[in-house]
């Protein structure tokens, strides 16, 4: 049974043309992520969200922006994509708590493709 | 120097053979620490924990060496379904940092 689910699992989008990726989770986990991650490079950490608290990493462009409107669902908004944006979009939840990482578990992830 | 280091390889071997790989980290107070494995354009999935007592699973060991600040995973008896890339996951303590390695490449060759 699939527990972090990302759609669409590939997205074609143009230079500059907004797109938004999904994902849910049905663990209830109180921690969502949200990583970039281009070929032979480790998973970067975009931002993520303890509950409705958003984190933004210090190094995350502007042109990334994310939504949790509830516990199950974080979205995740390119506004002008470039084509150095084309990459696998992972989504992972964690249960946190005492401030303490538990197992992340991650999405099947989106790759997106910039033309 | 980079928080998180790991051998890119890739690590050919052949089947039946013993893999050791290492992940260095940089900041000691370093906290929680796993190991994750990458099969081509797939997520990661957790493999196991590392503890500080070290841990078994089947044929997969890791260990973690705070003195030295590395964790290793050793593989037995390898098979050709091992065959992917390895990320070490470093937690600088709380959940929002975490640091992954780049990988390391395991190529098992029949």
């Known amino acids: 049974d699939a527990m972090v689910i990302q759609n669409p699992r590939y997205q074609v989008t143009q230079f500059g043309k907004p797109v938004t990726l999904s994902c849910s989770q049905t663990?209830?986990?109180?921690?969502m992520y949200w990583y970039q991650q281009k070929s032979s490079q480790a998973p970067k950490l975009l931002f993520h969200?303890?509950?409705?608290?958003?984190?933004n990493e210090a190094d995350t462009p502007d042109n990334f922006q994310s939504r949790r409107p509830n516990t199950s669902f974080c979205f995740l908004d390119i506004r002008s994509p470039g084509l150095g944006d084309a990459a696998m979009y992972l989504c992972?939840?964690?249960?946190?708590?005492?401030?303490?990482?538990?197992?992340?578990?991650f999405g099947p992830g989106t790759r997106l493709l910039v033309l | 120097r980079k928080e998180v280091e790991q051998d890119p390889g890739p690590f050919n071997v052949p089947e039946g053979a013993t893999v050791a790989f290492n992940c260095t980290y940089s900041?000691?107070?370093?906290?929680?620490f796993f190991w994750y494995r990458q099969d081509c354009r797939k997520e990661p999935k957790l493999l196991m924990s590392?503890?500080?007592s070290g841990n078994e699973d089947g044929r997969f060991t890791a260990q973690l060496n705070r003195a030295s600040q590395y964790i290793s995973l050793l593989i037995r008896d390898s098979k050709l379904s091992d065959s992917a890339t390895y990320l070490c996951?470093?937690?600088?303590?709380?959940?929002?940092?975490?640091?992954f390695g780049i990988g390391t490449k395991l190529q098992v060759i029949p």
């Open positions: 992972a939840t964690s249960r946190s708590s005492g401030g303490r990482l538990e197992t992340q578990y």
């Open positions: 663990l209830n986990h109180n921690v």
């Open positions: 969200y303890y509950d409705k608290d958003f984190n």
């Open positions: 900041n000691s107070a370093s906290q929680s």
């Open positions: 590392v503890y500080s």
């Open positions: 996951v470093v937690n600088r303590g709380g959940y929002q940092k975490v640091t």
